[in-house]
């Protein structure tokens, strides 16, 4: 059974800095990209950044320049490197894993980042 870990997420100022983790374990049988998601109360799920087994990298528009995301393909590990926190990008963060050889689609359990003005 695959499981998605994540952790990271708390409380941070504005202009601070936070740095997410999410640890796959189970068995997976391709990992062809990761990636995080996050949800705002009253809004829709919306992609954050993901990043493919070339390391090819995607963000969405409002955290480009600001957050990067990693990966440790040994530790089946991804990471989300958050800087420059504004309020809006308070939000509960989930980690995907999109196992296309199985024809899955794992989601860990999210984690809050709260940032205060």
């Known amino acids: 059974q695959v499981q998605l870990v994540e952790s990271g997420g708390g409380v941070v100022q504005a202009g601070g800095s936070l740095r997410l983790s999410c640890a796959a374990s189970?068995?997976?049988?391709?990992?062809?990209?990761m990636g995080w998601y996050r949800q705002a109360p009253g809004k829709q799920r919306e992609l954050v950044a993901v990043?493919?087994?070339?390391?090819?990298?995607k963000y969405a528009d409002s955290v480009k320049g600001r957050f990067t995301i990693t990966r440790d393909s040994a530790r089946r590990t991804v990471y989300l490197k958050m800087d420059s926190l504004k309020p809006e990008d308070t939000a509960v963060y989930y980690c995907?894993?999109?196992?296309?050889?199985?024809?899955?689609?794992?989601w860990g359990q999210g984690t809050q980042v709260t940032v205060s003005s």
């Open positions: 995907r894993l999109p196992d296309i050889d199985a024809g899955a689609d794992y």
């Open positions: 189970g068995t997976i049988f391709s990992i062809n990209s």
């Open positions: 990043i493919d087994s070339g390391d090819n990298t």
